[in-house]
């Protein structure tokens, strides 16, 4: 075995140069955050091959006097801390006097900056660790670093750059992120000489939507909470606008972009109610807590971080974004996703013009002059009914509610309704199903689940382990409202049931249920599984296809839907309603055209 020695200083450099500088995006993204820390307002970037060539980052920082340039290409040469106490309280991107250096080990750097005490700027050269002597240069104001040939020195991790056109993305991914982060800037990048981005100082909510496209475009949902020593704010899209990839999800802390497994967990369990099946939400939130409470010195990259207590972290995280998420009513005015201040993005339905005489909006339906030989008396027979309750309907309230009124039912599945702004679909199982699941959280959640007793006790034959499992689980089945005793070793009477599921069918339930105890255990159903259970049973206790509503039902459940959390979307994910204006209607008959 060769004798332990001491590495050169080159090597030394090289193998921390593979820490921080992975790729071009790296090198991009430890330069724009020395930006950053320098209090700019106004940040360039240029990159030519996807950065493996050209890297310039330029901005109008407080600059680095010219006596310190060689110190700043030095490893561990910071002033951004000076000491341990520093550390355990840093409120900058950057802080571990790494980044000029390593670049500097594996490319050709030239650092030039101009402080404003001095008279001109200092200019500095790094080709693979190799440092020059500063020079006079000539530069307004702040700092200009050019980063070229990348990897030139170590052929070999340069065969692991991928192809222009990835290493570009990665690049550009890194400029969003930091353009995510600080609205107040400008910020421009070019690539192979083209524009590709020039963004203007503006507010959070018009840059996200500026950077974020038709991932937040449609009326997000605003998240602004706050608790003692810790705030969640930004945006997160509705669970109907989710996404089949992760590729828009960005958390940061304390300004820091992050990928933080224990965030992300918090936001997927947030979400856990309302997505449908492998989507993915979008969003861009931001926690800001005390930085004496998280630790950024994980990683050389320090895009992971540690809580001091991340229990904690958790669970607001969670729950301001669940409390958020329950405010997504059915028929909720799209116009509130945007947070307070913020100019209002009119992406809901313009209203619909109307077009009686009266005072108010009319909904009852208009005389259709019919220029051809029609069945009036069917039709007459098959809405009478309908026409004859939907005045009282109309008539009953002074303003239109938001999902309005109903109209009719569509092969026995669909509630078609009518508002100010148009059309409503809603998928009455989907919706009601939604409903009942609430109701049932509701009632355990409060630990006062009501009971609805059966006025004649169904009897269900079972096996023995069945009655087993409903006499050793007595107390829980208790709990979610259900009163089910053994009749005989092999029968089972069940004698009441929640009242949210009095009309569903009671052996359904009731086998589903032992089949869940049976499956989990009644201490994972009550805990881990309770809200799969819940859904199960809901599912059993929603309103059916085919069945048909009566108008009043109808209605009835598309106020119960206004007055629901999270009714925008079934236990599965799926949307309950949607809105067709009367420009869509337009639109689809090309009227205007």
Request: proline fraction near 7%; hydrophobic fraction near 45%.
């Amino acid at each position: 075995m060769p004798s332990i020695r001491v590495l050169p200083e080159l090597v030394v450099s090289q193998i921390a140069a593979g820490e921080v500088v992975e790729r071009p995006a790296s090198a991009l993204k430890e330069l724009l955050e020395n930006s950053l820390d320098a209090g700019s307002r106004s940040v360039s970037v240029e990159l030519a091959q996807g950065g493996q060539k050209l890297i310039v980052v330029t901005d109008d920082g407080c600059g680095i006097p010219g006596k310190e340039l060689p110190l700043a290409l030095a490893r561990h040469a910071t002033s951004k801390i000076a000491s341990l106490e520093d550390l355990a309280r840093v409120e900058s991107l950057g802080f571990r006097g790494e980044a000029l250096a390593a670049i500097g080990a594996v490319a050709r750097l030239r650092l030039a900056s101009r402080h404003p005490s001095e008279p001109h700027g200092w200019a500095i050269r790094c080709d693979g660790g190799s440092i020059g002597h500063r020079e006079p240069a000539a530069l307004a104001q702040g700092t200009r670093v050019e980063v070229r040939d990348l990897y030139f020195n170590t052929p070999a991790r340069r065969k692991f750059l991928k192809s222009e056109a990835t290493e570009y993305a990665h690049c550009e991914e890194t400029f969003v992120r930091i353009a995510l982060s600080r609205p107040d800037l400008r910020l421009t990048l070019q690539h192979n000489g083209r524009l590709r981005w020039s963004l203007a100082p503006a507010d959070a909510a018009a840059r996200i939507g500026e950077l974020m496209g038709e991932a937040l475009s449609a009326a997000p949902i605003a998240v602004d909470e706050g608790a003692p020593g810790l705030k969640l704010f930004g945006l997160a899209a509705r669970p109907a606008q989710a996404r089949g990839q992760r590729d828009a999800q960005y958390l940061f802390v304390n300004g820091r972009f992050v990928r933080d497994k224990l965030l992300a967990h918090a936001v997927r369990e947030a979400y856990r109610d309302v997505l449908h099946h492998e989507r993915h939400p979008a969003y861009v939130l931001f926690l800001e807590l005390d930085p004496e409470a998280v630790d950024v010195n994980v990683h050389p990259t320090k895009s992971e971080v540690r809580y001091r207590e991340p229990g904690a972290v958790h669970r607001f995280v969670f729950h301001a974004l669940h409390k958020a998420l329950a405010g997504s009513r059915a028929g909720a005015a799209a116009s509130a996703a945007q947070p307070p201040g913020s100019p209002r993005r009119e992406t809901a339905p313009a209203p619909w013009p109307r077009r009686s005489a009266g005072p108010g909006p009319s909904l009852r339906q208009m005389a259709v002059p019919l220029s051809a030989a029609q069945p009036v008396a069917a039709y007459q027979a098959q809405f009478a009914q309908a026409l004859a309750e939907a005045p009282v309907a109309a008539e009953a309230s002074s303003e239109i509610p938001p999902l309005g009124f109903a109209l009719a039912q569509l092969g026995g599945v669909y509630i078609l309704a009518q508002n100010a702004h148009g059309l409503v679909v809603v998928d009455m199982h989907a919706a009601h199903e939604r409903i009942v699941y609430e109701a049932l959280k509701s009632a355990l959640d409060e630990a006062t689940p009501a009971s609805q007793p059966l006025l004649i006790p169904l009897t269900l034959s079972a096996s023995v382990h069945d009655v087993e499992t409903v006499e050793r689980n007595q107390a829980l089945i208790a709990s979610l409202g259900f009163d089910i005793a053994p009749l005989s070793p092999t029968t089972l009477a069940v004698r009441a049931v929640p009242p949210a599921l009095q009309e569903a069918d009671a052996t359904g339930l009731v086998r589903d249920l032992i089949q869940e105890l049976q499956e989990y255990g009644a201490a994972t159903v009550a805990t881990a599984h309770r809200n799969e259970l819940l859904a199960r049973l809901a599912c059993h206790g929603a309103v059916r296809a085919n069945r048909r509503l009566t108008l009043a039902e109808m209605n009835a459940l598309l106020r119960q839907m206004e007055a629901t959390e999270r009714s925008g979307q079934c236990n599965h994910g799926r949307p309950t309603w949607l809105q067709l204006s009367l420009q869509d209607l337009d639109r689809l008959f090309m009227r205007g055209r």
